[in-house]
T-cell receptor, first 114, second 112 residues
Framework: GAVVSQHPSRVICKSGTSVKIECRSL??????MFWYRQFPKQSLMLMAT?????????EQGVEKDKFLINHASLTLSTLTVTSAHPEDSSFYIC??????????FGSGTRLTVV | QKEVEQDPGPLSVPEGAIVSLNCTYS??????FMWYRQYSRKGPELLMY????GNKEDGRFTAQVDKSSKYISLFIRDSQPSDSATYLC????????????FGSGTQLTVLP
């Protein structure tokens, strides 16, 4: 499967600021990447599908203007949480799909907004 | 009703026990079934995948899919303390958008 690097692993930011999370596919050219959000002791909820060279597809209820996704190359997708608030505090995880079952996840980013 | 239901746990077993983890689902279009293991504050890692119905074995792990009952299971034999983690089932249908639907996860603790 692919090797996926996610950075940073942990970030603390002040309310009102923006935070960028990077997801890199190190050995696989990913036309599609996925961004998930996970609350404590809950499962992963798909936020959006990141498409290389085009706009991301957001799931219902996810604010496009708050969670900006850029997938400018086949190896990098970024998620920017804009004007972050404490309720945005969560665990964000990206994944790369390499086939019908070949999904590799990043190690996740724990965002804390204070 | 959720598309995928998973036994909530938490589950605590002694070392060496056989562990059974289960999920049920409602979408008959699901074709690919996976089990992921997630350690605390880490991303999920793929343990097993199965296409359609049947069994698959890999070391101490066995995955079973019964599409007629819309029921999948993961068995862990000779469980070890290092197996302590949250186990997530996941599934997807065939199609151009490969998106996974996850169960809520079962937290497993194997006691030494």
């Amino acid at each position: 499967g692919a090797v996926v690097s996610q950075h940073p692993s942990r970030v603390i930011c002040k309310s009102g600021t923006s935070v960028k999370i990077e997801c890199r596919s190190l050995d696989f050219q990913a036309t599609t990447m996925f961004w998930y959000r996970q609350f404590p002791k809950q499962s992963l909820m798909l936020m959006a599908t990141s498409n290389e060279g085009s706009k991301a597809t957001y799931e219902q209820g996810v604010e496009k203007d708050k969670f900006l996704i850029n997938h400018a190359s086949l190896t990098l997708s970024t998620l920017t949480v804009t004007s972050a608030h404490p309720e945005d505090s969560s665990f964000y995880i990206c994944s790369v799909g390499t086939g019908d079952y070949g999904y590799t996840f990043g190690s996740g980013t724990r965002l804390t907004v204070v | 009703q959720k598309e995928v239901e998973q036994d909530p746990g938490p589950l605590s077993v002694p070392e060496g026990a056989i562990v059974s983890l289960n999920c049920t689902y409602s979408n008959s279009a699901f074709q690919y079934f996976m089990w992921y293991r997630q350690y605390s504050r880490k991303g999920p890692e793929l343990l097993m995948y199965t296409y359609s119905s049947g069994n698959k074995e890999d070391g101490r792990f066995t995955a079973q899919v019964d599409k007629s009952s819309k029921y999948i299971s993961l068995f862990i034999r000779d469980s070890q303390p290092s197996d302590s983690a949250t186990y997530l089932c996941a599934m997807t249908s065939s199609g151009s958008a490969r998106q996974l639907t996850f169960g809520s996860g079962t937290q497993l603790t194997v006691l030494p």
